[in-house]
């Protein structure tokens, strides 16, 4: 761990990386404040030890520049001064600084203050990388609203893979392969991405999150990375608010250009998690529950809405669904009891349910 020591007195600065050297961090000097400033911006340290008196800027002036800055707010201050007063110590805390200490002082306690204040350091650091890597992962693909519960309280996500229950969700373009062979690839491009943007956007409403797009059919998770109790509900109403909007949307385009949207939704085990190359990784889930949400959806047509047992089970009390049968599911040995989702049963009793 690298400690700057910022004091005009050369035998303070001696004395203090003496003592600092031999419990093996690497420490560096500066002579007045603004000579520290400067060492910050270069040297980078995880720690810096401060005097307030000092020519040219004293150490109050340093710490609300440092503190003031993006770059160096997150370095711990200790200041080390002759400075008694009380009125001096808020100064210097108000300011930002983590610690006061006055001269003379004990080698032992400034020993223990900095031990201390570099594993705080490094607790912060390390919730801060967590922090991010939660960000970069999710904020393309659940709501701002997702990624900030989520920055709160980090822990409430593993990124590494376990198994868990979900709800998945497919959502498909019907008749995509032949509109794209009638339409300039320029178009073809902005008509599915308006098709999408619609998905997204209601697949976010319900808390779901965007797994990926695989051509023109899109995957979404329910359950992950937040828990939620009622997830199987909230996959089979974003397919069916989907395809209420999906009235008006068509409304927009030309009439060959209209698509009915097909859905599969499963529920069930599945492994969560990062998915890829250290450097490459994907949030997704794999496992069978996967594929059958992927199964069901390609054998709905006419933009049905497939679900499977396990799904209707859960949504029952809310959904009314007509039974299709037992289907026989490529890659699988059994069949898939499915249903066909028809409508809300009522609208109250769904919204107090998400609610709750």
């Not at 008509?191 to 995957?219: C, P, S, W």
């Not at 992950?224 to 109403?237: G, I, K, N, W, Y």
């Not at 499915?338 to 109250?348: A, E, I, P, S």
């Amino acid at each position: 761990m690298k400690i700057l020591v910022v004091d005009d007195h050369a035998d303070n600065r001696r004395l203090i990386s003496d003592l600092l050297s031999m419990r093996g961090y690497t420490v560096t000097t500066a002579v007045d404040g603004q000579d520290g400033l400067n060492a910050v911006q270069t040297q980078q340290p995880d720690l810096i030890i401060l005097d307030v008196d000092m020519p040219r800027m004293d150490g109050f002036e340093v710490v609300k520049r440092l503190k003031a800055s993006e770059k160096t707010a997150q370095v711990p201050i200790l200041m080390l001064t002759a400075r008694i007063e009380v009125k001096d110590r808020v100064e210097g805390l108000q300011l930002g600084a983590e610690d006061y200490l006055t001269k003379p002082f004990n080698a032992r306690e400034l020993l223990a203050r900095v031990e201390a204040r570099l594993r705080a350091k490094s607790e912060t650091d390390e919730l801060r990388k967590q922090k991010e890597t939660i960000r970069m992962t999710f904020e393309r693909f659940v709501s701002p609203s997702v990624v900030e519960e989520l920055l709160r309280d980090p822990t409430q996500v593993k990124l590494g893979g376990k198994l868990q229950q979900i709800t998945v969700l497919f959502a498909d373009l019907e008749n995509f392969t032949s509109t794209s062979e009638q339409t300039e690839p320029e178009d073809l491009l902005r008509l599915l991405n308006r098709y999408h943007t619609l998905i997204v956007r209601i697949v976010q409403e319900f808390g779901g999150t965007v797994d990926k797009f695989i051509g023109d059919a899109v995957m979404a998770l329910y359950n992950t990375p937040l828990m939620q109790a009622d997830h199987a509900l909230r996959a089979v109403l974003t397919a069916l608010k989907i395809r209420e909007e999906l009235v008006k949307f068509h409304e927009q385009l030309d009439p060959a250009l209209r698509m009915k949207l097909n859905f599969g939704i499963h529920t069930g085990t599945a492994v969560v998690g990062n998915v890829g190359a250290q450097d490459v990784m994907d949030y997704t889930a794999v496992g069978d529950t996967v594929n059958i949400a992927a199964r069901l959806q390609q054998m709905a047509r006419g933009g049905a809405i497939y679900i499977s047992q396990a799904t209707f089970d859960a949504v029952n009390p809310f959904i009314e669904s007509e039974k299709v049968g037992d289907l026989n599911v490529k890659g699988r040995s059994g069949t898939v009891h499915t249903y066909n989702v028809l409508r809300k049963k009522d609208d109250r009793k769904v919204t107090a349910a998400i609610s709750s």
